[in-house]
Nanobody, 119 residues
Framework: QVQLVESGGGLVQTGGSLRLSCAAS????????MGWYRQAPGKQRELVAA???????DYADSVKGRFTISRDNAKNTVYLHMNSLKPEDTAVYYC?????????????WGQGTQVTVSS
């Protein structure tokens, strides 16, 4: 099992910045990738950014150039640095971890943290 605990959400004005943190614990040695998803009211959950165990990253088009995902392996923590925030970034942000467990994947989720961007 993998446990994920997010922190860092809050209320910020348009153009502001926030940093989300996701601390992983448990059976983390075999995690293949971690990332951040978000879900706004009435919308489906969507991928925001992901980082693999090898350090490769991927971003949603809507956040490219504004958000950066990073990881601190010593602290078992993944960060999402969010700059130039827009009202449309308002959502609950969820940390996600994926681990390959033959014959499929195990998915783990954090409890979510609210990010609200005021106009």
């Amino acid at each position: 099992q993998v446990q994920l605990v997010e922190s860092g959400g809050g209320l910020v004005q348009t153009g502001g910045s926030l940093r989300l943190s996701c601390a992983a614990s448990g059976s983390i040695f075999s995690i293949n990738a971690m990332g951040w998803y978000r879900q706004a009211p009435g919308k489906q959950r969507e991928l925001v950014a992901a980082i693999t165990s090898g350090g490769s990253t991927d971003y949603a088009d809507s956040v490219k150039g504004r958000f950066t995902i990073s990881r601190d392996n010593a602290k078992n923590t993944v960060y999402l640095h969010m700059n130039s925030l827009k009202p449309e970034d308002t959502a609950v942000y969820y940390c996600h971890a994926a681990r390959y467990s033959d014959p499929g994947w195990d998915d783990y989720w954090g409890q979510g943290t609210q990010v609200t961007v005021s106009s």
